[in-house]
């Protein structure tokens, strides 16, 4: 994948859902009326503007650890599941 020509930008490598390689950037740039502004985007798509003026960016952020911690408390249920055996 190719820079997105961002002022600040930062890559991690992961893989969606189907187990294929997709970069998840994030960075700095300006958006169209000129402001600063920080954005996230997924592989080649879209990016979405990451500010704290009410547009719900914040809650993205807060969303995606709660997501995280909702897979960790789903995979513990799984194992102790796994663990007693068939009912």
Known sequence: ???R???RERVVW?????GTQVAVTTGVTTDQNGRLVGVLAIGDG???VLD???NGSV?????ALQT?????ELQALAE??????PR
């Open 1 to 3: 994948m190719a820079s």
């Open 5 to 7: 020509g961002w002022q």
């Open 14 to 18: 992961t893989v969606d859902t189907t």
């Open 46 to 48: 879209p990016s979405a």
């Open 52 to 54: 704290r003026q009410g």
């Open 59 to 63: 809650q993205v952020s807060v969303n």
């Open 68 to 72: 995280l911690l909702d897979v960790e």
């Open 80 to 85: 102790r599941a796994h663990r007693r055996g």
